[in-house]
């Protein structure tokens, strides 16, 4: 109340306030594709401490080393895994696009679809010099070098974040005036571990979705099945949309060979998708925030129209940080709800 009246005293300090949080917004606005760079950095130092806290619990390595420890395995299996899996799947990969000409032209025929080639490259160019919804959320725009460039930076500033997450804690803290930041404090906490056990969960998915998409494919006789798997579990890093665009590709080349073959092959995804959902996705929310299905889609298309294909990509940890922010800040500290930040409620 006295506030309210210091302000009818001095309209001018309201004025002044109100023009300080437009210019923030439009601050933060134009400064929107940084943030989300520095979110996906906060993500990739979430997973290095997933990864290194354990090892500094169980060791006598201290937390610097344990950190080392855990970018040196990183780094392992990364290159593990290429050694052993990537010239194949680079290779099924060109294979794959290089038939890509040869391939609509078997579905144009089976679709009785004369230039499927021509009218597929006319709708894609009308979407590119368009401003259409389904442009900014599937567009890429990026090159290879933004790509390597944008990954590199993100290690960079992940291990950094990884090194001393206390100090920057503190210093997020400290933006904040002083009767919040006990509140801010609690979001913050909450939120990295329910991030913490999103992220594991859904690394953890993608593994298994890739591996049973391959195995599957193989025992279908799906030609280039090791690189439709790898599709299919990096797809499935962003729920709902994911999926479905991981299986397009492998139900295209199925259909060029048989339309029975294509069915056989949505029926192997819909099996994979029903295992992962009621499979990991239960364990995973018993630690993690529980996000409704429609408000997960609800956010990738926000996030799509608004920020584009790195949006798409980061829309479900917004959720969940978001999510996790509105329970703690609004159900629990102004309507005074017991609310469970973590799991079912």
């Keep these: 109340m006295q506030e309210e009246r210091e302000w009818l005293r001095h309209p001018s300090t309201l004025f002044i306030r109100l023009a300080l949080a437009v210019v923030l917004l439009i601050v933060v606005w134009q400064l929107a594709g940084v943030l989300l760079l520095a979110f996906a950095a906060i993500l990739f130092a ?13 060791t006598p390595l201290g937390d610097g080393l344990a950190l080392a420890v855990a970018i040196l395995l990183i780094i392992a299996f990364v290159a593990g895994f290429f050694v052993l899996l990537g010239a194949q799947i680079f290779g099924q990969l060109r294979e794959l696009t290089g038939q890509i000409p040869q391939l609509l032209s078997s579905l144009g ?4 679809i004369e230039d499927l080639q021509g009218a597929l490259t006319e709708r894609l160019t009308g979407l590119l010099s368009s401003n259409s919804t389904v442009f900014n959320i599937a567009g890429m725009t990026l090159t290879v070098f933004d790509v390597i460039g944008t990954i590199a930076l993100v290690f ?3 291990v950094f974040i990884a090194a001393r997450p206390r100090s920057y804690r503190r210093g ?3 933006l904040w005036p002083q009767r919040m930041r006990s509140e801010i404090g609690e979001v913050v906490e909450a939120g990295g571990t329910s991030l913490r056990y999103w992220l594991v969960g859904q690394f953890v998915a993608m593994a298994l979705v890739g591996t049973a998409s391959a195995v599957g494919l193989t025992l279908l006789g799906v030609p280039s099945a090791l690189a439709l798997g790898f599709i299919a579990g990096v797809s499935d890093f962003v729920p709902i949309v994911g999926p479905i665009f991981g299986a397009i590709p492998a139900v295209l080349i199925a259909f060029s060979i ?3 073959l294509a069915l056989w092959v949505i029926g192997l995804y819909v099996v994979i998708q029903m295992v992962e959902g009621s499979l ?5 929310q018993r630690q993690a925030v529980d996000l409704p299905p429609a408000l997960t889609l609800f956010a990738l298309i926000a996030a799509g129209v608004l ?3 790195l949006g798409v990509v980061l829309a479900t940890p917004l959720a969940v940080i978001s999510l996790v922010a509105v329970k703690v800040l609004y159900v629990r500290h102004t309507l005074g709800e017991d609310v469970d930040v973590h799991g079912q409620d």
């Design 280 to 284: 990991m996705q239960p364990l995973v």
């Design 46 to 58: 979430i997973g290095l401490k997933s990864i290194a806290d354990p090892i500094a619990r169980h």
């Design 258 to 260: 048989s339309p029975v």
């Design 172 to 174: 997020f803290l400290l």
């Design 109 to 112: 025929g089976r679709l009785g």
């Design 307 to 309: 920020f584009g294909p």
């Design 156 to 158: 960079a500033a992940g």
